[in-house]
């Protein structure tokens, strides 16, 4: 488990970032800083943790989830949960 992640300031104009509804904008921060991740950016995380983590129901994180996925900010496994940042 990683102590911290590091969050360019430029995260703040990428014009992708700032096309995320504000939870998926949240979900990314989480994804790029959470315990779970490592320094490569391809780690495994499943629904349950974003969900135990950010306290959101299912929906949540499938649609924000998906929202990352469609602006092509990771890429994710379905069926291992395998994100990739």
């Known amino acids: ?30 994804m790029i800083s959470c ?5 490569l950016g391809c780690f ?3 629904d349950g943790y974003i969900s135990a983590d950010l306290e959101w129901d299912q929906r949540q994180v499938s649609k924000h989830v998906n929202e990352l996925v469609s602006g092509r900010l990771i890429e ?3 069926t291992s949960s395998l994100i990739r940042i």
Do not use: C, D, Q
Not at 3 to 25: D, M
């Open 35 to 39: 315990p779970h991740g490592n320094s």
């Open 1 to 30: 488990m990683r102590k911290y992640g590091k969050i360019e300031t430029a995260f703040w104009h990428n014009p992708k970032v700032r096309g995320l509804s504000e939870s998926a904008r949240l979900l990314y921060l989480y």
């Open 44 to 46: 495994v995380l499943p």
């Open 76 to 78: 994710r496994s379905e």
